[in-house]
């Protein structure tokens, strides 16, 4: 793009990033910088078996804000796939060049880009703990919550804009809401015992939360401005991890009342519990992609706790990863990756992969040990 | 088009400008409530739609003592969630200390080794901390003096992962607030 070397973010590169972390895009950086009105020449690209181009420009506007504009070409069919132009605090940078990646995506693949969405995550490093929110490349990274005492299981509103966590800075583990860009947040579950494991219902007015103000873990539902909690689950086993299917009809959760831990879907406003998971002796963690296909979840195979997907339907499972120990499956939010933990080179890193396991990528990240991510849904803007 | 990986030609960067800009990075600060600010130059640029408010916990202070010369940690063998003979005295011990006065309040905070996810963790530490609660609530300790709480695997007191470590880390600590 004309103007990106003095730009402070490579907007061509973060494009290129993002396109081909998705595995469906193979991307090449030309050496000739064209902008979004120069006309391309069209049969020398082809030659090369490129099938788009993406050009461009940036610029610094008068108020401090950057012009950023770009331009789409069908290569093949020699057709102007139309451009956008933004103008941009520099804080937004990063945020614009996702947005060109969603609209190629969305140009070229004809499903929606999850690029400008971001992910939660928790580094521990040193004896402190922070909850980060990141681009969905894992950059941008900036902290929601710092603290001596561990965080876990954030988990995104499905507005985007809030996000549910454990905190143990009481000394006990307390469910907070927190208002991402404000940073006000409430506690919605301060119970006797554990308040752990919060799940967004899709309508985003509850949260499937585990309590043990009753004695064991079991599973309640609260509404998500706090107030009485009512029990969802009645055994004298541990009945945790609760999540909703997408249409929030369906609560999918980890339960030991089999012997082992397995996991189990029931109705959201109670009733029988139906298993889910029949191989192996410990499953647990899971997720489900949004159009309600795939199970992510992770199970323990020989000692080893590995990422594995379902296929609902069919009920034919595989696992995924050649690392481990894996944590903590999210889906991206358009179901076509799947955000994890693992063990790299003895560290915690973050991981995505394609449902199929096919391409996987690291994702940039804080210092220390980083776990518990979770996908943020679409923004709208 | 889903089968095929598309090829995608990123056009690199002219130089527009003969001077270049200055970098004006946004630092990250960790005031309760407060939002991110930049630094202002002429007039001050729109603010940032990414913009994330960052809150700083600060560490709980106030432990109490308990009972002179009595550990605090009962130790637990893999997978279980029983009490082991050899703590049944210090158990007892704990129980004549708090139910000496009223006022005596206690967390039992159970922990796991770092085998196994996060939450299922916390259920079985949970496990651990009621099972101290039970027994000292049946040599009559109140319930309103006690509360059993769980760190599942995250504060562990011996980091390895040795059956060594292992085993240093499943177990319930008593805690006097």
Same mark, same amino acid.
């Given at each position: ?14 494009v290129q990033a993002d396109l081909e972390r998705s595995g469906q895009f193979r991307g ?6 064209? !902008?979004?009105?120069?006309?391309? /020449? ?10 788009a181009?993406l050009?461009? &420009?940036? &610029? ?19 057709? !102007? ?19 060109i990646s969603?609209?190629i995506y969305?140009?070229l693949t004809?499903?929606?880009g999850?690029f ?13 703990? &922070? ?15 710092? *603290? ?10 499905? &507005? ?13 583990? #307390?469910?907070? #809401?927190? $208002? ?15 308040? @752990?494991?919060?799940?967004? *219902?899709? $309508? ?23 107030? $009485? ?19 929030? *009809? ?63 339907? @069919? ?10 120990? !894996? ?28 449902? !199929? ?11 220390? /040990? ?12 | ?5 598309i090829?995608l030609?990123l056009?690199? =960067?002219?130089?527009?400008?003969? +001077? ?16 991110? %600010? %930049? ?8 603010? %940032? ?10 560490? =709980? ?27 049944? +005295? ?38 651990? +901390? ?31 992962? +040795? ?8 177990? %319930? ?5």
């Amino acid at each position: 793009m004309r103007g990106e070397e003095y730009s402070p973010q490579k907007i061509a590169s973060i494009v290129q990033a993002d396109l081909e972390r998705s595995g469906q895009f193979r991307g090449n950086a030309l050496n000739q910088a064209m !902008d979004e009105l120069t006309r391309p /020449d069209f049969s020398v690209l082809k030659q090369k078996g490129d099938e788009a181009l993406l050009t461009g &420009s940036i &610029s610094k506007l008068a108020d401090g804000r950057y012009d950023v504009r770009f331009r789409l070409w069908d290569l093949v069919r020699g057709q !102007d796939l139309g451009g956008q132009s933004y103008a941009t605090p520099v804080a937004d940078l990063r945020l614009i060049a996702h947005r060109i990646s969603d609209f190629i995506y969305e140009k070229l693949t004809g499903e929606k880009g999850i690029f400008s969405t971001r992910i939660a995550y928790v580094t521990k490093l040193g004896g402190r703990f &922070s909850l980060w929110v990141a681009d969905a490349d894992g950059e941008n990274a900036q902290a929601a919550l710092t *603290s001596p005492e561990p965080i876990i299981s954030p988990n995104w509103s499905p &507005s985007g804009h809030e996000l549910a966590y454990v905190s143990f800075e009481a000394r006990k583990p #307390v469910v907070y #809401v927190h $208002d991402v860009a404000s940073g006000k947040r409430r506690v919605v579950a301060n119970f006797k015992g554990n308040n @752990s494991s919060p799940a967004w *219902s899709p $309508d985003g007015r509850s949260l499937a939360v585990t309590l043990s103000r009753d004695g064991g873990s079991q599973i309640y539902l609260i509404p998500a401005q706090g107030g $009485d909690p009512r029990r969802l689950t009645q055994t004298t086993s541990i009945d945790t991890e609760p999540i909703f299917y997408p249409d929030g *009809s369906a609560l999918y959760f980890v339960s030991d009342r089999g012997g082992s831990p397995q996991i189990y879907r029931m109705p959201t406003m109670g009733g029988p519990a139906q298993r889910v998971t029949f191989s192996g002796t410990y499953n647990i963690s899971p997720a489900i992609s949004p159009d309600g296909r795939w199970m992510a979840y992770i199970s323990r195979i020989n000692g080893q706790f590995k990422l594995h997907v379902m296929d609902l339907k @069919s009920e034919t499972t595989q696992f995924i990863t050649d690392t481990g120990p !894996d944590e903590r499956p999210s889906f991206s939010p358009n179901g076509r990756l799947i955000v994890y933990s693992t063990l790299l080179q003895g560290r915690e890193a973050l991981m995505t992969s394609t449902v !199929d396991g096919r391409i996987k990528a690291r994702l940039a990240g804080q210092n220390g /040990d980083i776990r518990e991510p979770h996908w943020g849904p679409f923004l709208k803007h | 088009m889903n089968k095929t990986l598309i090829t995608l030609t990123l056009a690199a =960067l002219l130089a527009a400008c003969s +001077s270049p800009v200055k970098l004006n990075e946004v630092p990250v600060e960790e005031k309760a409530g407060v939002a991110l %600010a %930049a630094p202002s130059e002429q007039a001050p640029p729109p603010p %940032a739609r990414s913009a994330v408010a960052g809150i700083d916990a600060r560490p =709980l202070t106030g432990v109490a003592p308990g009972p002179e010369g009595v550990t605090k940690v009962i130790y637990f063998d893999y997978d279980s969630f029983v009490i082991k003979s050899e703590f049944q +005295s210090v158990i007892e011990k704990h129980a004549a200390y708090i139910k000496q006065d009223s006022k005596r309040r206690i967390a039992l905070e159970g922990h796991t080794d770092e085998r196994g996810g996060r939450e299922y963790n916390l259920a079985l530490g949970q496990k651990r +901390s009621e099972a101290v609660r039970k027994a000292l609530n049946l040599l009559g300790v109140s319930d309103a003096q006690m509360e059993a709480v769980s760190f599942g695997k995250e504060k562990p007191a011996v980091q390895g992962n +040795s059956e060594e470590a292992f085993a240093k880390n499943r177990r %319930a600590e008593i805690a006097y607030k």
